[in-house]
């Protein structure tokens, strides 16, 4: 029984990951420096995020906490379209 539930875990944790994409650590324009990261596929929903309200990390254990308002995928969407930064011409 111990093999099984072991054997699923893996499982489990190689499914989870494989969906994952990693981020090499970079540097900021402003000097920080930015330390290489996993995070989910792109695509056109945010009720897939490792941060979105429920879903669970799995290389960290946490659980997302982020409601994700002003996206229209999100199930919490309050209408209120996403604020972009725009570049002014002269930057």
Known sequence: MKRL???L???VCFVSLSFAKWVDGYTKKNG????GYSRSESNA???DNY???GNSN???GETGTNYYKSSPSSAYYDGT???TKT?????
């Not at 920080?32 to 330390?35: A, H, K, P």
Request: no cysteine; glycine share 0%.
């Open 5 to 7: 539930l072991a054997a």
């Open 9 to 11: 875990l893996v499982v």
């Open 32 to 35: 920080t420096y930015v330390s």
């Open 45 to 47: 929903t945010v009720q």
């Open 51 to 53: 941060s979105y309200k």
């Open 58 to 60: 799995p290389s960290t």
């Open 81 to 83: 379209p996403k604020q």
């Open 87 to 91: 570049k002014n011409w002269w930057e």
